[in-house]
Nanobody, 115 residues
């Protein structure tokens, strides 16, 4: 089992920055890819960023160039968010995937971007 706990969400004005953190505990040696997802009210959960065990990253066009994902081995994963827009308002979730393909999710942290 892997436990993930997010922190760092809050209220920020458009154009501002936030840094989200996700602390991992439990069977962290089994974690391969880690990532961030978000879900806005009335919308499906969507991918924000992923990072592999060797540091390969992926960002969808909506956040590329503004968000940066990083990780501290399997202990934590971070999301630096710059140039935030009101459309970035959502609950942000941390996810870890183990080598068997099983997904672990955190409880989420709310990010609100005011215009």
């Amino acid at each position: 089992q892997v436990q993930l706990v997010e922190s760092g969400g809050g209220l920020v004005q458009a154009g501002g920055s936030l840094r989200l953190s996700c602390a991992a505990s439990g069977s962290i040696a089994a974690v391969n890819t880690m990532g961030w997802y978000r879900q806005a009210p009335g919308k499906q959960r969507e991918l924000v960023a992923t990072i592999s065990r060797i540091g390969t990253t992926y960002y969808p066009p909506s956040v590329k160039g503004r968000f940066t994902i990083s990780r501290d081995n399997n202990k934590a994963v971070y999301l630096q968010m710059n140039s935030l827009k009101p459309d970035d308002t959502a609950v942000y979730y941390c996810k870890g995937k183990n080598y068997a393909g099983f997904d672990y999710w955190g409880e989420g942290t709310l990010v609100t971007v005011s215009s």
